[in-house]
């Protein structure tokens, strides 16, 4: 298994500019989730999915859009890049059943916006 | 609000030292708590805590849960510079997602 991947693992945008991070898990699992992680912070909560054609907003949603169409891809959206949106980007999956819930992470996607 | 606390912040220990690092929790639904290791790029999966879990171990490793006081620590014993790292705590909530602590970034200096 591939686990969790994310692409492309650099980008540099431009202000006003658009750009979609892939994510792709092959491990089945039912939820993701999308996080960004300031320099010296800890990781904030984008989107998350429960399933495929389910999204909801996380803590930070503004200026982000996302979308499940299978159970495997969960790609995330940035209309108009400002640059508040410079950040390290990290993608997650989980299988929640029981008490059975760790977070698998892709490798990130840092993104800086000039 | 929901919020995970950890402390400290920051600790510089030398190798061999033990080291305990801090995280409570305010929360509203409490189902589990996670416990995660950062080093230059994603979290890696540590322990995670239940009611019905409350103390796991893995080599040097170690975390308990204190759901009276609503905390946990996580505790390495004879650190060495592998274990330079942040450490990131969140807790599950019912409400489908995690929240993350600010992290304890750890330096341990040969």
């Known amino acids: 298994n591939a686990g969790v991947t994310q692409t492309p693992k650099f980008r540099i945008l431009k202000i006003g500019q658009s750009m979609t991070l892939q994510c792709t898990q092959d491990m089945n699992h039912n939820y993701m989730y999308w996080y960004r992680q300031d320099p010296g912070m800890g990781l904030k909560l984008i989107y998350y999915?429960?399933?495929?054609?389910?999204?909801d907003k996380g803590e930070v949603p503004n200026g982000y859009n996302v979308s499940r169409s299978t159970t495997e891809d969960f790609p995330l959206r940035l209309e108009l890049a400002a640059p508040s949106q410079t950040s390290v980007y990290f993608c997650a999956s989980s299988y929640r059943a029981g008490e059975r819930n760790e977070q698998y992470f892709g490798p990130g996607t840092r993104l800086t916006v000039t | 609000e929901d919020k995970v606390v950890q402390s400290p912040l920051s600790l510089v220990v030398h190798e061999g030292d033990t080291v305990t690092l801090n995280c409570s929790y305010e929360v509203t639904n409490f189902r589990s708590l996670l416990w995660y290791k950062q080093e230059k790029k994603a979290p890696t999966f540590l322990f995670m805590l239940t009611s019905s879990g409350i103390e796991k171990k893995s080599g040097r490793l170690s975390s308990i849960l204190d759901k009276k006081e609503l905390s946990s620590i996580l505790n390495i014993t004879a650190t060495q510079t592998g274990d330079s790292a942040i450490y990131l705590c969140?807790?599950?909530?019912?409400?489908?997602?995690?929240?993350f602590g600010p992290g304890t970034r750890l330096s341990v200096l040969p």
């Open positions: 969140a807790y599950d909530n019912y409400g489908q997602n995690f929240v």
């Open positions: 999915s429960v399933g495929a054609g389910i999204t």
